[in-house]
């Protein structure tokens, strides 16, 4: 019988494809990071696409532009599919159902860019991956001073491009004031702060429904924002006695216990 290692070294070499993709969305290599970081632009170029096609008329050209982004992200799909452990769980997660959502939008010409604005949770996903955050705290100490509040206005920047999709990809066929992502984006902007100045509203039983979650979760997004914003900068720095995560920068003893911090400046290695 062959053991553990033999296994897993027959399987690899049974599925080298497998193995390189899992690599690459995976490892910590300098290539994987470059390549996760390729998907990063790539998804906000897609985004950038999508709000620009939503001005100008549907051109022939425009078509075969979606059915190539349709093509990488399908490619993209089947790849992540190809290295998950558990095909299952993740085809039923939200992300992945967004994600084929967003696949048969590019695909299919009567659809026209239709619900592609939902590439963005694909976005977050990437940025959240424990990999992306590791490499993007090292490479960058603007990020590591600042990551909950980067994580905080992604958040909130990635509600509000949803909901100004969904306000967009509802309510252009039957509401003359939303004729551009513009339109649905200063209406989605309008409701999140509650300004309600009354010039585009939302019609519809469904367009009720979607000014409601917009106030009630774009308001709690942008409080938490907020929050982040005027709370003292503290940095993480888990206290090896009673546990206390947060500390000032400088601080050389645990507020909590009194325990001395050895809390690494930018300087450390």
Known sequence: MLDASSRQADGQSRWPLVEKLRFLYEGDAPEAYRFRYGLLVFDVLTILFIVASSFLPRYRAMEWVDVVIGLLVL??????????RNRWRDLAHPVTIADIASIVSFLAPVVGEGIGFL???????????????S????????????????IAAVNLGVFIFIMTGFVYETQRWTNAEIGNYIDALYFTIAALTT?????????GTLGHLISVVIMIFGVTLFLRLVQVLLRPHKVKHPCPVCGLQRHDRDAVHCKACGTTLNIPDEGAV
Do not use: Q, V
Request: hydrophobic fraction near 45%; aromatic fraction near 10%; charge should be positive.
């Open 75 to 84: 490619g993209d799909f089947l790849a992540r599919l190809a290295i998950s």
């Open 119 to 133: 590439r963005i949770l694909r976005t977050l996903r990437l940025l959240r991956t424990y990999h992306l955050l």
């Open 135 to 150: 490499r993007l705290r090292a490479d960058s100490t603007f990020f590591k001073r600042n990551e909950e509040l980067i």
């Open 195 to 203: 300004t309600g100045f009354g010039d585009i509203t939302l019609t």
